[in-house]
């Protein structure tokens, strides 16, 4: 059975740090690229960043390159996202996802709230 227990969300104050993981089981992770997705209320869910199976290689959406770090331990079967500088704009529920070319796997979702 997948499952994915994600953690780290809450309440921070603008400029500050979170960092989410997500730990995955059910499945192989490291055979699976892993995605961090966010969506804000009455908004579209987005990409916001993708890391390959290996860890080789990252890919940011521009709204967070660089202030968010996408890293996985395959040894743990956790994928985590580093967010620092956090503005406002970056409040939403944040979702890990797990792609291969068979399966598409989605977490519960973490929220994160930037406010003072």
């Known amino acids: 059975q997948v499952q994915f227990v994600e953690s780290g969300g809450g309440l921070v104050q603008p400029g500050g740090s979170l960092r989410l993981s997500c730990v995955a089981s059910g499945f192989t992770f490291s055979s699976y690229i892993m995605t961090w997705y966010r969506q804000a209320p009455g908004k579209e869910r987005e990409l916001v960043a993708t890391i390959t199976s290996a860890g080789g290689s990252t890919n940011y959406a521009d709204s967070v390159k660089g202030r968010f770090t996408i890293s996985r331990d395959n040894a743990k079967n956790t994928v985590y996202l580093q967010m620092n500088s956090l503005k406002p704009g970056d409040t939403a529920v944040y979702y890990c996802?797990?792609?291969?070319?068979?399966?598409?796997?989605w977490g519960q979702g973490t929220q994160v709230t930037v406010s003072s």
């Open positions: 996802n797990a792609k291969s070319l068979r399966n598409n796997y």
